[in-house]
């Protein structure tokens, strides 16, 4: 793993973007890393375009920041490709990771040319088979651990056990559902050639 | 041992609270610090505590009761921001007056108007001369300990002073990182217990409390508030050295970093400090010579001590998260140069207002900062001492 990586998310308010970051800062501190996981708190409410961000490294970070070179961008909702700048600044020796069933030829017109990987996951899918539900930051997390390589999907799942078992503590007939989400999303990624 | 976790700035503060479970808190919710109060509600709930907690109706009252609590001699906490310090603006020249060891989490936000919710420092600059102990944090980390160090400073019979600990809304109050965690038992240990000497509920000994104070006493009794202030110094180091034998982390009136050797420096608080030292980092690989001083006390301001350690630098910047709106700099570079004109240490210094209303500080402009430095040091030219910093301006 590099020193420090860098993720930015985007997507809309009640999709759970920061819950993810959050989460996501959870399983990497459990594997022994140094994190970061916080939201560009905005004017909020549902819907409204929302970012948030990771920093996770070996060693302690002191920067604080907002993240403008990012090694990863996730995309939680396409429909903030038109609206939002999503490839801004993030490094082509990175990958951009988008929610969506649209095609490539689409998907690398509204990217603007972004060189570096593209992949994406039908997280919408993956919510209402596992979860019955929408609830797309449970698939985009399991996404992100996969491309990045943070960290071993065995070490991911073992993790996001305990931490779901910590967050839905009052409702405990959702994990195997959001755990199954995990598992089914760390197969479901796909790279565009 | 010390235990590894992640926590928010503000669930590290909530933490340090319910470790040392004060007799009082009383509170009322504003953005950013909200969570402090929400957090430490439910420790009251779960029995975790045995705090009494007031969920007053206002921030002034939240100070009044806190005041109360320990004039009656009980330890008394709250949190606040912004437009919720302003509230309590009154009574928090009432609680240094009546010297009252109160602590305060100041979670730090714009003051209105217009309305901003984001960080900057104008409301912990707003009671700078209110006579509190005011100490800054970089991240949860400094902010969990800070509030440990709090009561033990405050309640020193030579100092006597309310305290407020501060950190920055949003950036580090609302961001999960690592920290290092101490043992209740431990904690608990550290503090101690609070016996105050002169208290109202004592009735083997009636005091008045809040008396008026006429023309032949009031100036006596704010020259011994100026004493306590002074006194406060040697206290916090004295704490602070027993805080490091017994966790290992260190910390004085400031922070140093690469400061020694450094021939440019900025000065600066809270979170900004942290990115400061990243690009110090940077810079270092490229040859620059550049450090940074992160003042922890703001208040005593150790002006000696800080002159001393900017004595050899060829140039340095203040950094103001808040803008004194006077035409003649922010407050921290108001204390500084002030401090290095007493103790005729002469070196060019300019001031930058930045970050106002949560806007974002970057790693960019923290290097724009050590290359105009560098322009001062190679010219020997100060064109313009009170300068912006990420201001966006018209394109001429």
Do not use: C, H, Q
């Given at each position: 793993m590099e020193d420090l990586i860098e993720i930015r998310w985007h997507g809309r308010g009640g999709q759970g973007a920061k819950t993810a970051s959050l989460l996501l800062a959870d399983a990497a501190f459990n594997t022994g890393k140094y994190i970061q996981g916080f939201p560009e708190y905005g004017?909020?409410?549902?819907g409204a375009p929302i970012t948030a961000y990771n920093r996770i490294s070996s060693k302690p970070i002191t920067i604080h920041s907002n993240i403008y070179e990012p090694d990863y961008v996730v995309v939680v909702d396409d429909t903030l490709l038109e609206s939002v700048?999503?490839?801004?600044?993030?490094?082509?020796s990175g990958a951009i990771v988008i929610n969506t069933t649209k095609s490539a030829d689409y998907l690398k017109k509204v990217l603007k040319g972004y060189d570096g990987g593209i992949y994406t996951i039908d997280a919408r899918k993956v919510s209402m088979e596992t979860?019955?539900?929408?609830?797309p930051n449970t698939p985009m997390l399991a996404a992100i651990v996969k491309v990045s390589k943070i960290m071993s999907d065995e070490e991911f799942i073992n993790d996001m056990k305990g931490s779901f078992k910590h967050k839905f503590a009052k409702k405990p007939e959702v994990i195997d559902g959001n755990m199954k989400a995990l598992e089914m999303a760390l197969k479901e990624v796909n790279k565009i050639q | 041992m010390s235990i590894r976790e992640r926590l928010s700035g503000n669930e590290a503060a909530a933490t340090a609270m319910k470790q040392i479970n004060p007799d009082v808190v009383a509170a009322f919710p504003i953005t950013p610090s909200t969570e402090i109060p929400q957090y430490f509600s439910t420790f009251v709930d779960n029995g975790l505590v045995d705090t009494e907690f007031v969920a007053v109706e206002s921030e002034h009252s939240a100070m009044s009761a806190c005041i109360g609590a320990e004039a009656a001699g009980a330890r008394a906490m709250t949190a606040t921001s912004a437009n919720g310090l302003s509230l309590m603006w009154e009574m928090i020249y009432i609680a240094s007056s009546l010297r009252l060891p109160i602590v305060l989490s100041l979670v730090n936000r714009a003051v209105s108007g217009p309305l901003n919710i984001h960080n900057d420092h104008s409301d912990a600059m707003g009671v700078r001369d209110a006579g509190w102990i005011m100490l800054f944090s970089e991240n949860n980390q400094e902010a969990y300990d800070n509030t440990l160090m709090a009561h033990r400073i405050a309640e020193n019979e030579n100092v006597l002073l309310p305290i407020m600990i501060c950190q920055d809304g949003f950036i580090t109050s609302h961001s999960i990182e690592n920290i290092e965690l101490e043992e209740d038992s431990e904690v608990k240990k550290f503090v101690g217990e609070y016996h105050p000497k002169h208290y109202l509920l004592n009735d083997k000994e009636p005091i008045a409390v809040g008396p008026l104070d006429v023309q032949s006493y009031l100036f006596e009794h704010k020259a011994q508030q100026a004493e306590a202030m002074k006194a406060a110094k040697d206290v916090i180091l004295q704490v602070s050295k027993e805080f490091e034998e017994w966790t290992g982390r260190h910390y004085g009136l400031f922070e140093e970093y690469k400061l020694d050797d450094a021939e440019i420096a900025i000065v600066c608080m809270n979170s900004t400090a942290g990115t400061t030292k990243a690009v110090i980092d940077d810079l270092r690989n490229q040859g620059v010579k550049a450090g940074l001083l992160k003042l922890r006390v703001y208040r005593p301001f150790p002006g000696e001590e800080v002159a001393n350690a900017l004595s050899h630098l060829k140039a340095v910047a203040v950094l103001d998260?808040?803008?004194?709106?006077?035409?003649?700099?922010?407050a921290l570079f108001e204390d500084v140069t002030s401090s290095m004109y007493v103790a005729k240490k002469q070196v060019p210094i300019v001031n930058y207002i930045y970050g106002i209303g949560g806007r974002d500080t970057t790693s960019k402009e923290i290097t724009t900062v050590y290359n105009d430095l560098q322009e001062i040091v190679n010219?020997?030219?100060?064109?313009?001492?009170y300068r912006y910093l990420g201001l966006r301006r018209e394109e001429k």
């Open positions: 004017p909020e409410r549902m700048p999503v490839t801004a600044g993030l490094k082509s979860l019955g539900k929408y609830f | 998260k808040a803008d004194s709106l006077n035409a003649a700099g922010g010219t020997g030219k100060i064109d313009n001492p």
